[in-house]
């Protein structure tokens, strides 16, 4: 077998856990109605052209009709959204039509790209994927730079740096942003009125969530158990831990890439933090982030981290007034916001007409026009720096205002580096959770063990 053969089955092995690239699994969102594309406009800055005055490069005609076949990993309503989005880049590119296929979500179409470049079958064109610039390491993607930098191109400095960072791999720019979100805390609005708590001044630091968790933690019918918890984590609680080490001033992994860093003290601080919350002030059920949503929907939790992208079916579907604040923080520290989602990658091909037909449609997906469009009609975050800006985003905000906050947050936004073993990591993370919570390791242990085994699939790669 060839050296390049092993890596790539040692790079699948990891990519099957992988979710969301360090965040979420895509959220639910309610179903909505495919509309036409309006495009944002912006008011200008003195001496700055409004985005709907900017003149686009003339768009290359294809002279024959091209078919391009997509793959993407969003389903429900947000994959309806996806859909409607390529329904309309088809009417209006009369020569270029394109084929959206769902593969599944971020783990599946991930193990379906990677088996079809190992099986040297036939891949798509163009590919909507968690941890998408991995696939440069196969030689078998484009860098999207070679696109976005060239005569057909758009200006990268309109979009935030943490969404091109969140892109990266190896110095090179692979994949274009397309929809991400950002951990948030959700919060039962009711049950800190019933708790004697603020519902308008959310815990803003992770001191005051153990505060606010211990008046919301109740045994509500007195037979000696806890039946409303104060805080919980959904699922993924690598994403939150890895928020913790970051606002505490831990690193994820070195410069080189070659060894992770989280078994310093400042991250066994935080995980020290997380466990104190479940074994000493009880304010967060321990081993039961799988029921954590359903808990919190069912009003039997006042708080839960999870991904920005659900809050349009969370709202939707509880029977109480939510709330949602940005993610708490280290006590005089700024929070941190790590990116999660998925991306566009167009791969190799050697008809140049197909590439471009390719670029035109990543293009429009993410163009300002669309990414106005997902952001209102998904839980998703607009990529753009100036999106508040728009008048029609303000417009959709001030009738959404709990979508406001993920914008505003974007303030924070960071991208924990794509390294080879991410998947490989965010499951040891999870693992050094439950051990903790369970007390079966000390958080000093739980993450040297974790610390061992991503280090050893680093340098296997």
């Known amino acids: 077998m060839t050296e390049w053969k092993k ?36 008011k200008p800055s003195e001496g700055e052209t409004p985005v709907s005055e900017t003149p686009a490069p003339e768009e290359p005609t294809p002279s024959r009709m091209i078919t391009l076949e997509f793959w993407y990993a969003l389903g429900g309503s947000s994959g309806q959204a996806v859909e409607a989005l390529v329904e309309q880049f088809n009417a ?89 979100s950002v951990p948030m805390l959700y919060y039962n609005r009711d049950l800190f009125v019933a708790a004697g708590l603020d519902p308008d001044k959310p815990p803003t630091t992770w001191d005051e969530v153990i505060e606010y968790g211990q008046k919301l933690t109740q045994d509500t019918d007195g037979n000696g158990q806890i039946d409303q918890w104060g805080f919980n984590t959904h699922s993924n609680t690598h994403w939150y831990l890895s928020t913790m080490f970051l606002e505490n001033g831990a690193q994820i992994i070195n410069e080189e890439e070659t060894e992770v ?37 069912a009003g039997k939790s006042g708080m839960m981290l999870y991904s920005s992208s659900g809050i349009p079916s969370t709202a939707e579907e509880v029977a109480f007034e939510l709330g949602v604040a940005m993610i708490p923080t280290v006590a005089g520290r700024d929070p941190v916001a790590p990116i999660g989602g998925a991306s566009l990658v167009i791969f190799k091909n050697e008809d140049q007409a197909i590439l471009d037909a ?14 106005f469009y997902f952001s209102t009609h998904t839980g998703y975050v607009p990529i753009y720096k100036d999106a508040l800006d728009w ?71």
């Open 7 to 42: 890596m790539l089955m040692v790079l699948i092995a990891g990519l099957l856990v992988l979710t969301a690239c360090g965040g979420e699994e895509p959220a639910e969102t309610p179903t909505v109605a495919p509309v036409a594309i309006e495009t944002p406009t912006a």
């Open 92 to 180: 209006s590119h009369p020569n270029i039509q394109v084929n959206p296929t769902y593969q599944g979500a971020y783990a599946q179409i991930m193990g379906k790209v990677w088996n079809a470049i190992f099986a040297e079958q036939t891949l798509p064109h163009v590919a909507h994927l968690g941890g998408a610039p991995l696939v440069g390491k196969t030689d078998s993607a484009i860098p999207i730079t070679e696109f976005t930098d060239g005569p057909n191109g758009i200006d990268r400095s309109l979009i935030r740096d943490a969404f091109w960072e969140y892109n990266s791999a190896g110095g090179q720019i692979w994949s274009m942003p397309f929809n991400n």
């Open 261 to 297: 860093l989280y078994n310093s003290p400042e991250a066994v601080e935080m995980l020290q933090l997380w466990g104190e919350m479940v074994n000493e002030y009880q304010v967060m059920p321990p081993g039961q982030h799988n029921e954590a949503k359903g808990d919190f929907m």
């Open 358 to 371: 390719a670029w035109e449609f990543v293009k429009f997906m993410s163009s300002p026009e669309g990414s």
């Open 391 to 461: 008048p029609e985003m303000r417009a959709y905000l001030e009738a959404h205002p709990l979508q406001r906050v993920p914008v505003e947050q974007l303030e924070y936004a960071y991208a924990i580096p794509v390294f080879s073993a991410l998947g490989t990591s965010d499951g040891a993370l999870r693992r050094a959770v439950e051990s903790v919570e369970l007390q079966a390791a000390t958080p000093q242990e739980a993450l040297d063990e974790a610390k061992k085994v991503v280090d050893k699939n680093i340098a296997e790669q």
